[in-house]
């Protein structure tokens, strides 16, 4: 049996009787109606609804506008023949009415009619919330003594931003054509001081991509749980987004990306390697969840079928971002003597994080929380027994009303959380070294709209750093943590269990370059100064470890102890070097090593100073010599040198881009000697006109996921 949800509409509008009837009119009375074509003006109603990049045949409209069909009969239809529209929205195993609510800015769903000769063109009205999905559109009418019954195909319904009254209603021009229209992207990456790009295929209207959105959704433990209930929430972008965030991700049920952060993705493929969505969601309605993906995939994906579906989404990079697990709006992080860091505490702080914001507005939580929200479907914590976060409004966030749904604390914390640094001496007593209150929540970024620079979104989320109105948020926002019993644990919120370390007459910090490359020895410095008129000995302990960018340790690379004197008021540089040698089998594909110095004095104290070294990869080169036309074939050359003086093996290079290639083209080259340069080209027949973006991505047994990509604007003749 079939899910259903049904929208009858009597069409009678326009369909005249006749005032007299002669013999022939007597003949047609008495004629059965029959239909005998069907023309859902599929390329009319997706101009005027703004669907004509879906690669589909069906047709696709949005809510709110109407849309019409022209059926052709035998005859000229009459008020007699009791034609009726009837629309099916669903899935299986139960009988599911749609119920279609009348708000006061809208209409319910209706239909009209005009006749020319046999052919009667019906104009169909959805609501401005109207359930979103797939519709099986069904005619029947009176035929002699009984029912004709006709399908007339699937209408697909979506979320509509240009449409007032929309939940996602969206007055910015420019911001609909980036934020639902625009199939490639940037997701930024790297670290506060060195915030780097990565070009991202979304692929909304790529093949077969709406299709297995709605299958994402049908799949989700809500609508396993309560189909009637789930079905009839799609009408509501808070209700569909929070079901999009725990999909995607594969921690509690079959969603779509399996995370991954160990640095060994043998099983798999690398997080890194991926280009786009439309793949991985591929491969997902194939054969399930896909192996592997990080928090810059799964926010991909989730963009992905968000634009898909008509939510105006855009992909956020957050530096220096806090993982609280606890809640109480502070990281605690513990260092031994030697700078590792231990695992006292399962509190961290990742390089970056990327998450999604979607607009809509709150009716759960009032007009004054609407615009941006918050999803993420990178599994950290569960919210309501799902691994899943959102919609968190981002106004919330800034005036730190963390009582609000969904879990605001945890956003707030990733953005607005104080750090503090302790140091385990070898008696084991604890002493914080350093606290900090504007680490965490930096150069938080997106793209920027017509254009692929970044755009700083901080003060979206939080006042300036270091001003009373921040300060006065954040104790705010613990106010409302400690007397809502929203928080996870029972770790207080004050720094009392220890006493505090003493005042040092010595500082730190490291200075590196940003432009050192896979394959070159890395060098950098510890800078330490020595601000008091005395004289002083420092005990320096260093190490350098290859990381993932959630500041895990992956493997040590370095380990380094000298004592170091300093004169009267003198700086020095300690310089150090990590020879390629000692790091091309230990870096992860994150190309991440951080360097952590612990600095003490012959009065016992002691500073912690650490870094993040964020290796470029070399880059690849490419170029095209014509202009390109839609279906001509066009001639792409990619060129790539070994920037190591050793021989690299296993050279392989992927090429893709929506628009522009239907299917992935590989290139295996067996290997390039030391700065030995590859030029490869490749043919390709653009299928779409428009910009689009041609994405390479270039591995080998040295190094891997090296990226590049080329805009390319195709001619329609």
């Not at 859902?40 to 849309?67: D, P, W, Y």
């Not at 007055?171 to 229209?181: A, F, I, S, T």
């Not at 009637?228 to 972008?237: Q, S």
């Not at 509690?252 to 969505?277: C, F, H, I, Q």
Request: with cysteine; proline share 4%; hydrophobic share 35%.
């Amino acid at each position: 049996m079939r899910l259903r949800g049904q929208v009858n509409m009597g069409i009678r509008a326009g369909i005249g009787e006749a005032s007299a009837i002669s013999r022939t009119d007597n003949f047609i009375m008495f004629n059965s109606l029959q239909l005998q074509s069907t023309n859902v003006q599929q390329r009319k109603n997706a101009l005027a609804h703004r669907t004509s990049e879906f690669m589909s045949k069906n047709l696709i409209v949005r809510r709110g506008e109407e849309f019409t069909i022209e059926l052709t009969f035998n005859r000229p239809a009459r008020s007699s023949d009791n034609i009726k529209l009837n629309m099916t929205s669903g899935s299986i195993n139960i009988d599911l009415p749609i119920i279609i609510p009348s708000p006061s800015n809208g209409v319910p769903w209706s239909a009209s009619s005009t006749q020319k000769t046999n052919t009667l063109t019906i104009t169909i009205n959805s609501p401005v919330n109207a359930v979103i999905g797939s519709y099986a559109m069904t005619l029947s009418f009176s035929s002699g003594s009984g029912t004709t019954s006709e399908s007339l195909g699937h209408v697909y319904v979506l979320f509509n931003p240009w449409a007032k009254g929309d939940a996602v209603y969206m007055e910015n021009e420019d911001e609909k054509r980036e934020y639902v229209l625009n199939e490639t992207g940037i997701i930024f990456y790297g670290s506060s001081s060195t915030p780097r790009p990565r070009p991202w295929d979304f692929g909304q209207f790529q093949d077969k991509i709406l299709d297995i959105t709605l299958k994402i959704l049908d799949n989700s433990t809500q609508h396993r749980r309560d189909p009637r209930k789930d079905v009839n929430l799609r009408n509501d972008p808070v209700h569909v987004g929070r079901v999009l965030s725990a999909m995607i991700n594969s921690q509690d049920d079959s969603g779509v990306v399996m995370g991954n952060w160990s640095g060994d993705y043998s099983t798999g493929e690398r997080p890194t390697k991926w280009n786009g969505s439309a793949d991985i969601l591929r491969k997902w309605m194939e054969s399930g969840p896909v192996k592997f993906g990080q928090c810059w995939v799964f926010a991909g994906v989730l963009c992905t079928v968000l634009r898909c579906l008509g939510i105006p989404a855009r992909v956020i990079t957050n530096f220096s971002s806090a993982h609280d697990t606890d809640e109480n709006l502070f990281i605690d992080r513990y260092f031994d003597e030697d700078g590792e860091e231990t695992e006292e505490t399962s509190d961290s702080i990742w390089n970056f994080h990327v998450w999604v914001e979607a607009w809509f507005t709150r009716s759960d939580l009032g007009s004054a929380y609407d615009g941006w929200q918050v999803l993420d479907s990178t599994p950290q914590e569960l919210s309501e027994e799902l691994y899943r976060l959102g919609p968190c409004s981002v106004k919330a966030i800034k005036e730190g009303d963390v009582d609000l749904a969904y879990d605001a604390p945890f956003v707030f914390a990733e953005l607005n959380a104080d750090v503090r640094t302790w140091l385990i001496s070898a008696d084991e007593s604890k002493k914080i070294n350093k606290l900090n209150t504007s680490t965490v929540g930096r150069f938080t970024s997106t793209k920027a709209i017509n254009s692929d620079e970044r755009v700083d979104v901080t003060n979206n989320y939080k006042y300036p750093e270091g001003t009373p109105k921040e300060r006065e948020i954040f104790r705010k926002a613990q106010s409302k943590l400690k007397g809502s019993g929203l928080r996870r644990s029972t770790v207080a919120f004050s720094a009392s269990h220890s006493e505090a370390a003493p005042k040092l007459e010595f500082s730190g910090s490291f200075t590196s370059s940003s432009d050192i490359e896979v394959g070159q020895d890395v060098t950098f410095s510890l800078d330490l100064k020595n601000t008091s008129t005395n004289e002083m000995s420092l005990q320096v302990h260093l190490t350098a470890s290859a990381i993932v960018y959630t500041n895990a340790t992956v493997n040590d690379v370095l380990a380094n102890a000298q004592s170091v004197k300093l004169g009267s008021n003198e700086e020095k540089n300690i310089p150090y070097t990590i020879p390629y040698a000692d790091y091309e089998n230990a870096i992860t594909t994150d190309n991440m090593i951080k360097v952590v110095a612990v600095c003490e004095d012959e009065k016992g104290g002691k500073l912690l100073v650490e870094t993040v070294i964020l290796l470029k990869n070399p880059p690849i080169v490419m170029k095209i010599t014509d202009q390109a036309h839609l279906n001509k074939p066009l001639s792409v050359e990619i060129a790539f040198t070994n920037p190591t003086t050793e021989e690299v093996h296993n050279c392989v290079v992927i090429v893709e881009g929506s628009g522009l290639i239907k299917e992935k083209v590989t290139i295996e080259v067996p290997y390039l000697s030391k700065n030995q340069r590859s030029v490869s080209k490749v043919d390709i027949v653009p299928y779409r006109p428009g910009q689009r973006c041609l994405f390479v991505d270039f591995s080998c047994d040295k190094f891997s996921d090296v990226k590049g990509s080329l805009t390319i604007n195709v001619a329609s003749n």
